[in-house]
């Protein structure tokens, strides 16, 4: 193996990786060392001129080609993992790579990834280590006292370690990412819970940094006022947004660094703070106190400092009557306010692309950081109730208490200045990060790469800064609005807020029991998840319920937003698992019995189309429309039969069609599911997918077929004998004839085109002008005559399908809006019309179906006289009274029978021209007609005549759906 030992100055993985390379051949090794010393010279002489915005180093092309063996193409080069010098995020290379020997240079901008205390441990405790330790602490001391301060450090570490179990366990189960919190939520909930979180995350950030800036300016004017006694400090706007504007345009500044090369100015900021600290402490340690005073009113601050001694300590020990935020309120306020520092914690989860061994520094990190403010925060508390007498007593709320009591209170200033401005700069990297990956993956809606291809581009100064360029600008808005601190709760709630999600996902991936997950943290499990996810959301509405309903309105708001407008992408997430273990569970409960009652019936469609939907046009296409609005809640499966041997082609064909009809289902807005079979011929594959189709009791009910010629492209004998098929299962059977002249098409189907010569019924009449019509009369064909007679047994079953389906039909805006339903009866004469409209609106009443009734009298068709006899209603009933009553075919004891009477003096084919006739002249605005249909012949002999007596039955008819069942499908009982 070769090797050069010198690394390029970028510290470029790319430069690394050539530097390393395999001598192949022993006759080649001088050559390739000779190559190498070529490159080491260039990267000499070349990255002197390289400036820090240069992207991917320029030598790595060239190095690459360079180290290549002689007679290999360039293309066909192995590629080697490349370093960004000024997007950080993006550099994801081997480790082994990125080890670089250590020097000034490479601690100003670390070449490797950060460790656990660049990239962790020292954002994190900047983000808690800051105005609220040297100004507020004193204050909340002051009204609740040590005891109620140390509670609520220990509710604290409580919810901390609940934080961090839930990041633990998500970062620990896959190799990271740049994205942070974000990246976190949206690759394990899903994009639409993650862009809902992300954008909370970005105004908490946006507020965060608001809030410190504006503490900046707070802690100046306080240092200069800190000797007034017993006077409220005034809030001075003027002044406070011209320092913070200074200051974030400094902050600004710095972001321009990179994450990598900020981070060591983060180290520098971080020991300061912590040099204050600790000389604040030893300030209230070793500094000599004063007597307590004995003219309150002209007090200062400085003259409570009595130094540690038991006095003072046991003056602040509980609360004080004094106190204005008593009772569990005041608590909770207090609270609030302590525990809005913590909220930086999450901070220590920004850098997940940029972490050396994210999964183990992470949650080290956070844990060490939380630890490290948890115990200032406890130290700092213990000291000054020691130190100062009744702190109650002391001015300005006790505010300046350490400004006072340090050596030099510009020590503090400048300790606070510093963590201030590193806390800022952190949440201005953190919130534009996040807008960053949201953007990349197109979450904001009409703000996407697609539209806008320069967001996703890094060529210019501008492409690269605009999501640091546009949190600057939110920032200094919310500067501008005044006051942060009043809004400083959202912090708090924030943080706890994402504290719950992050548990309620390990929750979810270990009740679904994912086989993918399997975090290396293994300190929790479903109670404790569990338990992180209630505590957290139910402390946000005793802390600020305005805020918290306010928060959880955007959430839901921005959930539904994203649900809509997020693209279909596919992250893994734990909403693909939680479905899937929903869905299963579910059918096991649905598969456990028979559900024979038709209550809740209702129609699961299987669709028989053979060709490619790709061809689709006309019938076909309404075909579709009609399915769809059709179901109603139920299953919608498209199937297609690829007709040929089980062989590798005839696979391909089915692939290929499956993908076609899903592109087209996703194109056309439907709600249905594809299903293609192989067999020798469309019949079989007709009889396989209605066996097979659906899982458990979750199964199509109804099969429907275009008319054979138009809408279902096969051979007339297999059409019969699917129909003839269909009719020996308990499965609905549909046939639709017609459909191409009925413009279903809804706003965002108008693409499709249908054929010039169709009438479009629908869009083209006033509201309610046409009608959806059921003919409650019995369509036999002479090819069935012999079988069915007048009346076919199943006859009844077949028109309450027909009920059904007319009803159902319209329960869809579209056709409710534009038709009203009609039923179509006959009688014989004028005497029967009025006690057959009376029965039927009274079976409608009973069913709950709003229609009409249209009786139609045979003798107005001019049938001679010698050919009718004329029998009554009620001799027709009296008649019936005598026949068996206890028929398992009649569906209701009170529905209008059609008696064979009105029809048995006709034979089959005058009966069939009447009922035409009758559909002709009453069926000017009919739309749709349901119609029985008779069972087909038994025999393959009479099917085709079976289908072309049907098909010039309704040749000249309406749109028509013929319909059969064996089952009645409506319910009439409570």
């Not at 190559?35 to 992207?55: F, L, N, P, V, Y």
């Not at 005891?147 to 961090?164: A, D, E, P």
């Not at 009608?771 to 079988?787: E, G, K, M, Q």
């Not at 077949?798 to 009203?820: I, P, V």
């Amino acid at each position: 193996r070769i090797q050069i030992h010198k690394t390029s100055a970028c510290g470029c993985v790319a430069c690394a990786c050539c530097l390393k390379a395999e001598a192949v051949e022993p006759e080649l090794e001088l050559e390739l060392a000779a190559k190498k010393r070529a490159i080491a010279t260039a990267i000499e002489d070349t990255h002197t001129h390289q400036s820090a915005d240069s992207g991917a180093c320029s030598l790595h092309t060239m190095s690459s080609q360079l180290l290549l063996p002689p007679g290999t193409d360039a293309d066909d080069r192995p590629l080697l993992p490349v370093c960004r010098t000024t997007d950080d995020t993006l550099s994801e290379a081997p480790e082994e790579f990125a080890e670089v020997p250590a020097s000034w240079s490479h601690f100003i901008t670390p070449a490797e990834k950060l460790d656990m205390f660049r990239g962790v441990f020292v954002p994190a405790t900047i983000g808690i280590i800051g105005p609220t330790l040297f100004l507020r602490m004193a204050y909340v001391l002051a009204q609740s006292g040590f005891l109620l301060t140390i509670l609520m450090m220990v509710f604290i570490l409580i919810l901390s370690l609940m934080l961090l179990s839930g990041i633990s366990a998500i970062v620990t189960n896959g190799a990271m990412r740049p994205g942070g919190p974000y990246f976190l939520i949206s690759r394990t909930l899903g994009p639409e819970l993650g862009g809902a979180i992300g954008v909370l995350l970005i105004l908490e950030h946006i507020i965060a940094s608001a809030f410190f800036l504006s503490t900046i300016g707070e802690i100046i004017f306080l240092s200069d006022e800190r000797q007034t006694p017993t006077s409220e400090l005034s809030y001075k706007y003027t002044e406070e947004v011209a320092v913070s504007t200074i200051c974030l345009f400094a902050c600004y500044l710095l972001t321009l660094l990179g994450v990598r090369a900020y981070s060591s100015v983060g180290v520098i900021f971080f020991f300061v703070k912590m040099g204050a600290v600790v000389i604040a402490l030893g300030s209230f340690l070793f500094r000599r106190g004063h007597d307590h005073p004995t003219d309150l009113s002209q007090a200062t601050s400085i003259q409570f400092f009595s130094g540690p001694s038991g006095t003072s300590f046991m003056s602040n020990l509980h609360q004080s009557s004094y106190s204005k935020d008593t009772g569990v309120e005041g608590f909770l306020t207090l609270f609030s306010i302590v525990f809005a520092a913590f909220s930086g914690l999450a901070c220590g989860a920004n850098s997940t692309g940029d972490t050396r061994d994210a999964g183990r520094n992470i949650p080290r990190g956070m844990l060490y950081a939380s630890l490290t403010g948890i115990g200032l925060f406890a130290i700092m508390s213990l000291i000054i109730a020691c130190s100062v007498w009744k702190l109650y007593l002391v001015p300005n709320n006790a505010r300046d208490v350490v400004l006072t009591v340090t050596v030099n209170s510009w020590i503090v200033v400048v300790g606070m200045v510093a963590c201030c401005l590193g806390a800022t700069v952190v949440h201005l990297v953190a919130a534009a990060n996040c807008m960053k990956f949201m953007t990349k993956d197109s979450l904001f809606p009409y703000f996407t790469p697609k539209r806008f291809p320069f967001l996703d581009r890094s060529e210019t100064w501008i492409q690269r800064q605009w999501p640091m360029l546009l949190t600057w600008l939110l920032v200094q808005c919310t500067i501008f609005a005044g006051s942060p601190a009043k809004v400083a709760p959202i912090l708090s709630l924030t943080y706890l807020f994402f504290t719950s999600v992050m548990n309620a996902a390990v929750f979810l991936l270990v009740v679904i029991g994912a086989p993918s997950f399997r975090p290396r943290f293994r300190h929790f499990n479903r109670y404790t998840a569990l338990l992180g996810t209630v505590v957290p959301l139910a402390a946000m509405f005793p802390i600020n319920t305005k805020f918290t309903f306010i928060i959880i309105g955007m959430f839901l708001f921005l959930l539904i937003m994203f649900s809509f407008a997020s693209p279909p992408v596919d992250f893994g997430d734990t909403t693909q698992a939680l479905l899937y273990h929903q869905v299963r569970k579910y059918l096991l409960r649905l598969g456990k019995r028979k559900w024979k009652s038709a209550k809740f019936w209702r129609p699961s469609l299987l669709l028989l189309e053979t060709r490619d939907p790709m061809a689709l046009e006309g019938q076909n296409m309404n075909f579709m429309f009609f399915g769809n609005a059709l179901k109603k809640g139920g299953l919608m499966v498209v199937c297609s039969v690829v007709t040929g041997e089980y062989d590798p082609t005839s696979l391909m064909k089915r692939d290929e069609m499956v993908d076609n009809w899903q592109l087209f289902i996703n194109d056309m807005h439907l709600k249905a599911l594809p299903v293609c079979t192989i067999a020798e011929n469309t019949r079989v594959g007709v009889r396989q997918s209605m066996m097979l189709t659906g899982l458990g009791n979750m199964k199509p009910n109804t099969l429907m077929l275009g008319w054979f010629g138009e809408g279902c492209a096969m051979p007339p004998l297999h059409y019969g004998q699917v129909i003839k098929d269909t009719v020996m299962t308990d499965l609905h059977l549909i046939l639709c004839r017609g459909l191409e002249r009925i413009d279903m098409r809804s706003s965002s189907q108008r693409h499709f085109p249908l054929p010039p010569q169709s009438v479009r019924l629908i869009q083209s009449t006033s509201p309610h002008d046409l009608t959806v019509d059921v003919w409650a009369c019995p369509v036999v064909v002479p090819a069935c005559d012999s079988l069915c007679g007048v009346v076919w047994p199943d006859f009844e079953a077949s028109l309450s399908l027909c009920l059904q389906l007319a009803n159902t039909l319209r329960m869809k805006s579209f056709w409710a809006e534009r038709t009203r339903l009609r039923v179509v009866t006959f009688v014989q004469h004028e005497q029967d019309v009025d006690m057959e409209r009376r029965m039927w609106m009274d079976y409608l009443r009973h069913i709950r179906m709003r229609a009409d009734v249209v009786v139609l009298r045979i003798a107005d068709l001019g049938v001679h006289n010698d050919r009718m006899a004329y029998h009554s209603r009620a001799s027709m009933m009296s008649q019936d009274d005598d026949e068996d009553d206890d028929d398992p075919i009649a569906f209701s004891p009170n529905i209008p029978k059609l008696h064979k009477n009105v029809f048995d003096r006709f034979p089959c084919d005058e009966r069939l021209a009447m009922i035409q006739q009758m559909m002709r002249q009453h069926c000017e605005k009919c739309c749709l007609a349901f119609v029985p249909l008779c069972p087909p012949p038994l025999t393959d002999d009479t099917l085709q005549d079976y289908l072309l007596q049907l098909d010039a039955f309704s040749k000249d008819a309406p749109p028509i759906a013929f319909s059969h069942s064996k089952i009645n499908v409506i319910f009439t009982d409570l």
